[in-house]
Every structure is written in structure tokens, then in C-alpha cells.
Nanobody, 115 residues
Framework: QVQLAESGGGLVQAGESLRLSCAASGSIGSINAMYWYRQAPGKQREFVASISRSGVPLYATSVEGRFTISRDSAKNTVYLQMNRLKPEDTAIYYC?????????WGQGTQVTVSS
């Protein structure tokens, strides 16, 4: 019954910013880590960023220094602030959340960066 709803994707020019949000609904229980992944056309899904329950972030090298992950645990929500976007950031972005017993994924939101 758990659903993860993503929002904030869109079409922007290189150098601009977007902020993605993902909120979980339903009986998800206590959420541990939260994550963002992305998948470009013809490529496998790759890790972008994660944040632990205590708020410790981890980033892929390709986005470190430009992206910031944050969470509002009370609202079961994870955010991804994306600055200085590049065309190579174009992908479908997926959120993921873990509870003690389950792993949940969103359906993705499209981010397109034009040059």
C-alpha cells in the first residue's frame, strides 16, 4: 500500500537548477535511508545520492558539489536540489526509501537539460 510520489522534474537549460521532491504515503513504517537514482536512455540505472536516517549524505562523484540531498523525516519526504545542471544530467530520476523490512521505489520523474 506504500506509494512514493515524485515531483519537480522538467526541462531546463544548462546551468539552471531544479529541486526534486519525493513523498511516501501509506503504512511505510519507520524509514531508514533515502536515495535518489537516475537512468538515462540506453543506460542502466545509477546511484546519485543517499541520506541516512541521521542525515549523513553520500553522493556520486558526477554530482558531488552540484547536488544536495536532504530529508524531512516527519513528512516522509526526500529532496534533491540540483544546481548547475549539465546535459549529461538528463535522465529519469527515481527515489527509493528503506524501512526495516522493505524497499520502496517511486515511478520516476523526467529531468531534461538542454545545451
Amino acid at each position: 500500500q506504500v506509494q512514493l510520489a515524485e515531483s519537480g522534474g522538467g526541462l531546463v537549460q544548462a546551468g539552471e537548477s531544479l529541486r526534486l521532491s519525493c513523498a511516501a504515503s501509506g503504512s511505510i513504517g519507520s524509514i531508514n535511508a533515502m536515495y535518489w537514482y537516475r537512468q538515462a536512455p540506453g543506460k542502466q540505472r545509477e546511484f546519485v545520492a543517499s541520506i541516512s536516517r541521521s542525515g549523513v549524505p553520500l553522493y556520486a562523484t558526477s554530482v558531488e558539489g552540484r547536488f544536495t540531498i536532504s530529508r524531512d523525516s516527519a513528512k516522509n519526504t526526500v529532496y534533491l536540489q540540483m544546481n548547475r545542471l549539465k546535459p549529461e544530467d538528463t535522465a529519469i530520476y527515481y527515489c527509493r526509501m528503506n524501512s526495516r523490512t522493505n524497499d520502496f521505489w517511486g515511478q520516476g520523474t523526467q529531468v531534461t537539460v538542454s545545451s
